[in-house]
């Protein structure tokens, strides 16, 4: 079983930084994907950004020069850095550890102030 752990939100005034962090606990042998997602009120769950567990990463067009992804193995925790803030940024940022199961977390607030 894998409990990700997500922290790190926030509010933030347009442009601003803010990284997000996700631990997980127990055993992610399995793991293959690291992701975070996020949702907006009325909105439905969006793909943010994606690490492999080779290291490998891909983003949302939305977020692309914005966010960066990264993990750190030995401590379990993938992390997301987002820069230049913007509005439409504003979520609830969800992370998700995807191998023969999928594990998320209960998600972190991110309001960016216009």
């Known amino acids: 079983q894998v409990q990700p752990v997500e922290s790190g939100g926030g509010l933030v005034q347009t442009g601003g930084s803010l990284r997000l962090s996700c631990a997980a606990s127990g055993s992610t042998f399995s793991i293959n994907t690291m992701a975070w997602y996020r949702q907006a009120p009325g909105k439905q769950r969006e793909l943010v950004a994606v690490i492999t567990s080779s290291g490998i990463t891909n983003y949302a067009d939305s977020v692309k020069g914005r966010f960066t992804i990264s993990k750190n193995n030995a401590k379990n925790t993938v992390y997301l850095q987002m820069n230049s803030l913007k509005p439409e940024d504003t979520a609830v940022y969800l992370c998700?550890?995807?191998?023969?199961?999928?594990?998320w977390g209960q998600g972190t607030q991110v309001t960016v102030s216009s």
């Open positions: 998700n550890y995807n191998g023969v199961r999928s594990y």
